[in-house]
């Protein structure tokens, strides 16, 4: 049987400097993940602050094995934010993953990855991507089953691999403006960072209390951690060759171990999935969108 790969996905938190060095100097150490997504793929200010201290980790992740791949943003809106994609898209050196349509244009005729930020609910759509030179296409979180079985089948029929995030908090939109630095009073273009006092975005609750969004700088998450555990099996048979994992302020190490044990069947699913919730603590739990119903719900 082909071997399913583990990924780590971009962290989308404005975590310091010195806390993302510590992160990835931890991930490099972590054989069981097989790639790792570097890049800004939500406010390309933070870059300005933090941009060192990635590349040095990227350097780290490459000199330890793991195979590095660049995101890029999900929403370019500046001359500069779209000159700093198209520089990196030009660097033959990097693998690149395009969030938007402005970045797969400028990846086009050489291989690259398409991001899980790009609209891609069909197989025309995807038939355009993989004859531009895509070879690994992460789908929308939001897809049911079925359209993951059929896009995932048609990623096979092109030789591309489709992966699937099967851990983190959802992305549900992202916007020009700031509503995170909104919340507390300031403007985006005086935002002083203040997404970075949120590790794992700032909680959002309904006029009645109850948790229902979270923000993270110009992007809305979903409250609840999307959690596919029993569902790993059939997304191995629908051919989804890679699980991707959103990082969140936690030992990802061990959330990657579960699932490697998982794919390899030295763990069943009932007790993984009781290992996962476990580590995730009183955090929400989620995978309404794969069963095509709210997807704030949980089907045990």
């Known amino acids: 049987m082909t071997r399913v790969d583990i990924a780590l996905g971009p962290l989308t938190y404005n975590w310091p400097a010195d806390k993302r060095r510590a992160f990835y100097e931890d991930i490099a150490k ?27 980790s990227a350097l780290a992740l490459e000199a330890a094995g793991r195979k590095v791949v660049y995101s890029t943003l999900s929403l370019a809106i500046t001359d500069p934010e779209r000159q700093a994609i198209t520089d990196v898209a030009a660097d033959t050196a990097l693998l690149v993953e395009g969030n938007d349509t402005g970045a797969l244009r400028a990846c086009a005729g050489r291989p690259h990855h398409v991001g899980p ?43 591309m691999v489709a992966e699937v995030e099967v851990f983190g908090k959802a992305p549900l939109a992202i916007s020009a403006r700031c509503h995170h630095a909104r919340a507390y009073g300031l403007a985006k273009d005086g935002c002083q960072y203040v997404c970075g006092k949120d590790l794992e975005g700032m909680p959002v609750d309904t006029l009645d209390g109850e948790a229902f969004l979270t923000l993270n700088g110009l992007q809305t998450q979903a409250d609840a951690v999307t959690l596919l555990v029993s569902e790993i099996a059939s997304l191995v048979e629908a051919g989804v060759g890679r699980l991707r994992l959103s990082p969140l302020n936690m030992d990802m190490g061990a959330v990657a171990g579960i699932y490697r044990a998982l794919l390899d069947g030295t763990l069943d699913a009932d007790v993984a999935q009781e290992r996962l919730i476990t580590l995730l603590g009183d955090r929400a739990v989620a995978n309404g969108f794969y069963y095509g119903i709210e997807g704030s719900s949980f089907a045990a």
């Open 30 to 56: 972590q054989p069981v993940f097989d790639m790792v997504y570097m890049g800004e793929t939500i406010c390309a200010k933070r870059s300005a602050i933090v941009g060192e201290a990635m590349a040095d």
């Open 117 to 159: 930020h790009v609209n891609v609910y069909n197989e025309g759509t995807l038939d355009v991507l993989a004859a531009r030179g895509a070879t690994s296409i992460c789908l929308p979180w939001e897809l049911e089953r079925a359209s993951i079985e059929r896009l995932a089948a048609r990623a096979r029929h092109h030789g």
